[in-house]
């Protein structure tokens, strides 16, 4: 070949370098607006997470607060360094009271008494206007400097525009934001966050309630340009401003000013009634401009034009490759799926113009999950191949599909895993495709070599007619799959034509709805014991009971795969009696055997919760198993609780007064507080292990889990804590003086038998 073919005129040559310029400037200002963007996110983030923890910080104090009816400065300023160290972006925490205008005197001598000498009540401009009938004077600062202890002693309702926010947050009971404002111990803007403390161990519910029961505020001072400080800009490379605006409708914006060296992010958002402005902006400089991706552009293209010729010339070679990889299945070497759908869109259209009729076969191993489990991957794929192999050797050539010159092997397909399908094309009849079909699961039948391993399998055949069953491809293919998976439902290694009322959801419904009515009778269903470990003696003092229903046919299934179906169908109140008395016979079967006295925990579902009777049949089981009363707990989820309030705690009540302990299961994943438990008579709470799982890796997760233990412990309920697996867990929680704890450190949910051997360890008399 003549290489002086290949030179190109100068003008040529220029054009190339000016696009290759062109493209890597392209590419490194894709780039750079990529970066710029994924900064962002990741600060706006951050800025998120931020906003989160001034939230998750003021209802801590508040909830610090209502759960202490005698909480003193010591101990609020305890809690308080620990919420500063962990939030560094908050400046100061205060506490505000409600002062009645007759009270100022008393005020000012607690006051002195505290220690602060001279203090006297004040306001912003110099005068005192009480609120109504009150003030709102700044009782606690954290932390105490020279410069904070000025606010001690202010009317906080003096300072300007301030009155629309404490009302805010007074008639609401959620965290109102101020504007940005001036104090005293300061000269930069800085923000006050209020959330409003009220009187008594039940939230008020209406505003008037509210405006009666107030008795003060936890505040947060914020720093705006403290706040976005840790942000960290600088190791971004952004710059930054975040400040009040009034309401708009704008959201985000990316883009590129007008002077092409600037990217910019902008983003209004409203929290805490107040709209913000926060921008992030970032310069273009020659420095992030890659040159030697310029140069290599340039040189590549300028290659690219030379050896354009060699290249084209194996072109024919490499689509061949490519078709075969897009095509093919890597391992048996059969079409896969893609080509399938091509074949049977052709076989499609040639049997609505011949006026002829065709078949799709869908073919699954029966227990290839077995061959997996038991030998391995690389036996499994090996008897892929064997399959693949026999199948397309015993299709006859009549059997097979030629189209477009396709190999006479095309016919079968795999289309993923263990699912193949066999194509065929101008069958007579059904007769002759149920013929194709047996012979294919005979040949399947006969025993495999696998590396000196005889193996034998099965396989399940589902059948689509087309054009009677569909008239186009994913239609036959569904169809097919149907049938296949009817098959499998009817007892594997056999073959099913399609029919309109397939529908394998509703068959595996009703086969699971059928074999689930049987449950009790053929005595499937079964109990599991979770241990739940006293934090101080480390003994076993309860046990959460756990239901596994072992099929005959199916193996052993969970209960979120057919509670549900039990609550839809009505079959939970029967199965729910069964675990009832299961739970309390086995119980009292352990006492009888010579073990101390242990708790049992059982779920109850909604339905079963709703029940009128209820608590009648739960008495019955107690009398004919003769618990006692106080050995069974009953656990309930914070949804069901809050359904409807009045009768839970009517029912709780009946429970209660029975000897029986309530629970609250999962506790932190529903939209109860732990403010709001003060309405139920509860015994005790679980937290959620979702909260657990993380410690001690999440911060967040440490301070929400020692809030509620903390809190529970003010409201008089026991905590036991879910999904401990962890050494460092279980000294968290003794740290923060947990009751109870449960999870696979101790033990997996264990048959009753095993649980035996657990209690013989510690509790034979």
Same mark, same amino acid.
């Given at each position: 070949?003549?290489?002086?073919?290949?030179?190109?005129?100068?003008?040529?040559?220029?054009?190339?370098?000016?696009?290759?310029?062109?493209?890597?400037?392209?590419?490194?200002?894709?780039?750079?607006?990529?970066?710029?963007?994924?900064?962002?996110?990741?600060?706006?983030?951050?800025?998120?997470?931020?906003?989160?923890?001034?939230?998750?910080?003021?209802?801590?104090?508040?909830?610090?607060?209502?759960?202490?009816?005698?909480?003193?400065?010591?101990?609020?300023?305890?809690?308080?360094?620990?919420?500063?160290?962990?939030? @560094?972006?908050?400046?100061?925490?205060?506490?505000?009271?409600?002062?009645?205008?007759?009270?100022?005197?008393?005020?000012?001598?607690?006051?002195?008494?505290?220690?602060?000498?001279?203090?006297?009540?004040?306001?912003?401009?110099?005068?005192?206007? @009480?609120?109504?009938?009150?003030?709102?004077?700044?009782?606690?600062?954290?932390?105490?400097?020279?410069?904070?202890?000025?606010?001690?002693?202010?009317?906080?309702?003096?300072?300007?525009?301030?009155?629309?926010?404490?009302?805010?947050?007074?008639?609401?009971?959620?965290?109102?934001?101020?504007?940005?404002?001036?104090?005293?111990?300061?000269?930069?803007?800085?923000?006050?966050?209020?959330?409003? *403390?009220?009187?008594?161990?039940?939230?008020?519910?209406?505003?008037?309630?509210?405006?009666?029961?107030?008795?003060?505020?936890?505040?947060?001072?914020?720093?705006?340009?403290?706040?976005?400080?840790?942000?960290?800009?600088?190791?971004?490379?952004?710059?930054?401003?975040?400040?009040?605006?009034?309401?708009?409708?704008?959201?985000?914006?990316?883009?590129?000013?007008?002077?092409?060296?600037?990217?910019?992010?902008?983003?209004?958002?409203?929290?805490?009634?107040?709209?913000?402005?926060?921008?992030?902006?970032?310069?273009?400089?020659?420095?992030?401009?890659?040159?030697?991706?310029?140069?290599?552009?340039?040189? *590549?293209?300028?290659?690219?034009?030379?050896?354009?010729?060699?290249?084209?010339?194996?072109?024919?070679?490499?689509?061949?490759?490519?078709?075969?990889?897009?095509?093919?299945?890597?391992?048996?070497?059969?079409?896969?799926?893609?080509?399938?759908?091509?074949?049977?869109?052709?076989?499609?259209?040639?049997?609505?113009?011949?006026?002829?009729?065709?078949?799709?076969?869908?073919?699954?191993?029966?227990?290839?999950?077995?061959?997996?489990?038991?030998?391995?991957?690389?036996?499994?794929?090996?008897?892929?191949?064997?399959?693949?192999?026999?199948?397309?050797?015993?299709?006859?050539?009549?059997?097979?599909?030629?189209?477009?010159?396709?190999?006479?092997?095309?016919?079968?397909?795999?289309?993923?895993?263990?699912?193949?399908?066999?194509?065929?094309?101008?069958?007579?009849?059904?007769?002759?495709?149920?013929?194709?079909?047996?012979?294919?699961?005979?040949?399947?039948?006969?025993?495999?070599?696998?590396?000196?391993?005889?193996?034998?399998?099965?396989?399940?055949?589902?059948?689509?007619?087309?054009?009677?069953?569909?008239?186009?491809?994913?239609?036959?293919?569904?169809?097919?799959?149907?049938?296949?998976?009817?098959?499998?439902?009817?007892?594997?290694?056999?073959?099913?034509?399609?029919?309109?009322?397939?529908?394998?959801?509703?068959?595996?419904?009703?086969?699971?709805?059928?074999?689930?009515?049987?449950?009790?009778?053929?005595?499937?269903?079964?109990?599991?014991?979770?241990?739940?470990?006293?934090?101080?003696?480390?003994?076993?003092?309860?046990?959460?009971?756990?239901?596994?229903?072992?099929?005959?046919?199916?193996?052993?299934?969970?209960?979120?795969?057919?509670?549900?179906?039990?609550?839809?169908?009505?079959?939970?109140?029967?199965?729910?009696?069964?675990?009832?008395?299961?739970?309390?016979?086995?119980?009292?079967?352990?006492?009888?055997?010579?073990?101390?006295?242990?708790?049992?925990?059982?779920?109850?579902?909604?339905?079963?919760?709703?029940?009128?009777?209820?608590?009648?049949?739960?008495?019955?089981?107690?009398?004919?198993?003769?618990?006692?009363?106080?050995?069974?707990?009953?656990?309930?989820?914070?949804?069901?609780?809050?359904?409807?309030?009045?009768?839970?705690?009517?029912?709780?009540?009946?429970?209660?007064?029975?000897?029986?302990?309530?629970?609250?299961?999962?506790?932190?994943?529903?939209?109860?507080? *732990?403010?709001?438990?003060?309405?139920?008579?509860?015994?005790?709470?679980?937290?959620?292990?979702?909260?657990?799982?993380?410690?001690?890796?999440?911060?967040?997760?440490?301070?929400?889990?020692?809030?509620?233990?903390?809190?529970?412990?003010?409201?008089?309920?026991?905590?036991?804590?879910?999904?401990?697996?962890?050494?460092?867990?279980?000294?968290?929680?003794?740290?923060?003086?947990?009751?109870?704890?449960?999870?696979?450190?101790?033990?997996? @949910?264990?048959?009753?038998?095993?649980?035996?051997?657990?209690?013989?360890?510690?509790?034979?008399?």
């Amino acid at each position: 070949m003549n290489i002086t073919k290949f030179f190109l005129p100068v003008s040529s040559t220029f054009i190339i370098s000016i696009f290759s310029i062109l493209i890597s400037l392209t590419i490194d200002f894709q780039q750079i607006n990529s970066d710029f963007k994924a900064d962002v996110m990741q600060v706006d983030r951050l800025l998120t997470q931020q906003i989160a923890s001034l939230e998750t910080v003021l209802v801590s104090l508040a909830g610090l607060h209502h759960a202490s009816d005698d909480l003193n400065l010591a101990e609020l300023s305890s809690f308080s360094e620990e919420m500063l160290k962990a939030y @560094p972006f908050i400046n100061t925490i205060i506490r505000i009271e409600k002062l009645p205008s007759n009270e100022i005197f008393s005020f000012e001598k607690r006051m002195h008494k505290l220690g602060f000498i001279n203090l006297q009540l004040k306001s912003s401009g110099g005068s005192r206007h @009480p609120i109504e009938t009150f003030y709102l004077p700044v009782n606690f600062i954290e932390p105490m400097t020279p410069s904070s202890a000025k606010l001690l002693g202010l009317d906080i309702a003096s300072l300007p525009q301030i009155l629309s926010v404490i009302n805010i947050a007074i008639n609401t009971g959620n965290i109102s934001a101020s504007t940005p404002l001036v104090l005293s111990d300061s000269k930069k803007d800085i923000i006050l966050l209020f959330k409003a *403390l009220y009187l008594g161990r039940y939230p008020p519910q209406t505003k008037t309630e509210k405006s009666s029961m107030f008795d003060g505020f936890v505040t947060l001072k914020v720093n705006i340009d403290h706040f976005m400080n840790y942000l960290k800009l600088p190791a971004y490379n952004l710059t930054g401003k975040l400040y009040s605006v009034k309401a708009t409708n704008k959201h985000e914006e990316f883009k590129l000013n007008h002077d092409l060296t600037t990217l910019s992010f902008t983003k209004y958002f409203k929290k805490y009634n107040q709209s913000y402005y926060f921008s992030l902006s970032r310069t273009i400089t020659i420095g992030m401009i890659n040159k030697w991706q310029m140069l290599v552009i340039w040189l *590549l293209s300028i290659i690219f034009l030379f050896f354009i010729m060699l290249i084209l010339n194996k072109r024919k070679d490499s689509e061949d490759k490519i078709r075969h990889l897009a095509f093919y299945d890597s391992l048996t070497n059969l079409p896969n799926r893609v080509l399938f759908k091509q074949q049977l869109s052709l076989a499609l259209k040639n049997a609505s113009d011949n006026k002829s009729s065709g078949a799709v076969l869908y073919m699954d191993l029966d227990e290839f999950k077995r061959i997996n489990d038991t030998l391995g991957h690389s036996f499994g794929d090996e008897l892929l191949v064997q399959v693949s192999k026999r199948l397309v050797r015993h299709m006859r050539q009549s059997d097979s599909v030629l189209i477009n010159s396709l190999r006479t092997n095309d016919s079968v397909t795999r289309l993923g895993g263990d699912e193949f399908t066999v194509l065929l094309i101008n069958i007579k009849d059904s007769e002759s495709v149920r013929h194709i079909a047996k012979r294919i699961q005979k040949t399947i039948e006969q025993p495999f070599n696998l590396n000196n391993h005889k193996v034998y399998v099965t396989s399940s055949i589902g059948i689509a007619i087309f054009p009677l069953d569909g008239d186009d491809v994913e239609q036959i293919l569904k169809h097919a799959d149907t049938a296949m998976y009817h098959a499998k439902a009817l007892g594997k290694n056999n073959y099913q034509f399609y029919s309109d009322q397939m529908n394998s959801n509703t068959i595996n419904k009703l086969l699971m709805e059928e074999k689930l009515h049987q449950a009790i009778e053929k005595n499937e269903l079964h109990l599991f014991y979770q241990p739940q470990i006293n934090i101080e003696t480390n003994k076993i003092v309860a046990a959460e009971a756990l239901i596994r229903w072992q099929q005959s046919e199916l193996g052993m299934i969970y209960p979120d795969d057919f509670i549900p179906l039990a609550e839809e169908t009505g079959q939970i109140f029967s199965i729910g009696e069964w675990v009832l008395n299961e739970a309390c016979r086995q119980n009292k079967a352990w006492q009888e055997m010579g073990f101390q006295p242990i708790r049992i925990a059982v779920n109850l579902s909604g339905l079963q919760f709703m029940q009128d009777d209820l608590g009648l049949k739960i008495a019955q089981i107690l009398k004919t198993t003769a618990l006692n009363p106080e050995d069974l707990e009953l656990e309930i989820t914070e949804s069901i609780m809050m359904k409807n309030i009045d009768d839970t705690i009517s029912t709780i009540i009946d429970f209660t007064n029975m000897g029986i302990g309530v629970s609250i299961d999962d506790f932190g994943t529903g939209y109860s507080s *732990l403010s709001y438990l003060k309405k139920f008579p509860l015994e005790s709470l679980k937290i959620d292990k979702s909260f657990v799982s993380d410690i001690p890796e999440d911060k967040d997760d440490m301070m929400i889990t020692a809030a509620i233990i903390s809190m529970a412990k003010s409201l008089g309920l026991k905590v036991v804590a879910e999904g401990v697996e962890k050494k460092q867990q279980i000294e968290f929680l003794k740290e923060h003086q947990c009751d109870l704890m449960q999870g696979y450190y101790f033990s997996r @949910p264990v048959p009753a038998k095993e649980f035996e051997k657990l209690l013989a360890k510690q509790y034979i008399k």
